[in-house]
């Protein structure tokens, strides 16, 4: 037997253990001062965990795509990574898959042998227990808003010992953003931010991608305070009706589908209803279609691109 299938059949044992015990997963045991002192790092991950590294990750695995560029940028590799039709970088194409981000597989990645596992949070969190069981360390990283970059870059620079080079870059993009904004007439503009899929509609708040670049752009999203969704903070009910009577007169359009289709759709829709009319963004034709790699995974290190093109869609003559 290989010993990763031992240890994933030691796991399995504990785990079936825990579940009769009726047990979540086990605290995060205390860091004595000595200890802290000899570590490599001791890191808080996005979950408030306080994890120690003993010494620096030498086999990194990730569970979302999006951390491969900004890990790589501050001198880390990976001997593990996710599926990804639109965020997989060239660096990363020959490194052993561990499946899709909805499904990995514990089984490929313990055998990657890896020595720490970067979690995307509200994803893979059930990755913890199977992987600390295994000895494998992990943290766990929300990465959606530009605030949320900014601290990955750090958290990810302090696990490759390469804070010079994080904050390096997180300048550099500090720069590239400033620069969007200095070309911004200084006028407010109302701004609604809808999300398209099968299911139907939802508009963006302030959590969102979309809706942190409208936030950081100076501009109004008009969705802000409405209640969100029980499972999903970063989105709220669509209604027609409270659109109407926001009536933002811009509209950005984000979907999980084929763009082209829906903005087929979303146009005839438009055309035929009066209460969309009545919108100024619709009326005006002012509704605007972002891309999914830009607005609906994280950006990660293109956040900059993000601003750009959404600030050039609404000034296109001081973006060209």
Not at 48 to 71: D, H, N, Y
Not at 180 to 191: A, D, G
Not at 249 to 273: D, N, Q, R, W, Y
Request: aromatic fraction near 6%; hydrophobic fraction near 40%; charge should be negative.
């Amino acid at each position: 037997m290989r010993k990763w299938q031992k240890t994933l059949a030691a796991f399995l044992c504990a785990a079936l253990a825990a579940c009769i015990a009726g047990c979540g997963p086990e605290p995060v045991e205390s860091v004595s001062f000595s200890q802290r002192e000899n570590a490599f790092a001791v890191v808080t991950d996005d979950l408030g965990r306080e994890v120690m590294l003993e010494q620096k990750p030498e086999r990194i695995a990730v569970t979302s795509a999006s951390f491969l560029e900004p890990l790589h940028e501050v001198g880390g590799d990976v001997v593990a990574r996710p599926d990804s039709k639109n965020q997989m970088p060239d660096f990363a194409r020959d490194k052993a898959s561990i499946g899709k981000v909805t499904q990995i597989d514990v089984e490929k990645l313990l055998a990657a042998s890896p020595d720490l596992v970067i979690i995307n949070k509200n994803m893979n969190e059930k990755l913890i227990e199977p992987l600390e069981a295994a000895g494998v360390k992990t943290v766990v990283v929300d990465m959606k808003s530009y605030e949320d970059v900014q601290r990955t870059v750090r958290l990810f620079a302090k696990l490759t010992g390469e804070q010079e080079k994080g904050e390096k870059l997180l300048a550099a993009m500090e720069q590239e953003i400033g620069a969007v904004k200095e070309k911004l007439p200084k006028e407010q503009r109302r701004v609604a931010v809808i999300h398209s899929t099968n299911q139907g509609l939802t508009v963006q708040l302030e959590g969102s991608i979309a809706g942190s670049v409208v936030q950081m752009l100076g501009w109004e999203n008009v969705a802000a305070g409405l209640a969100p969704l029980e499972k999903n903070p970063d989105a709220a009910p669509y209604s027609l009706e409270t659109l109407v009577e926001k009536n933002p007169e811009i509209i950005f359009v984000t979907s999980m589908g084929k763009l082209e289709e829906i903005k087929a759709g979303m146009e005839k829709t438009m055309a035929e209803s009066p209460a969309w009319q009545s919108v100024e963004a619709v009326r005006e034709k002012r509704v605007y279609y972002l891309p999914q790699n830009l607005f609906l995974l994280s950006p990660g290190l293109h956040y900059p691109e993000a601003f750009r093109l959404m600030a050039g869609e609404v000034y296109p003559d001081r973006f060209r």
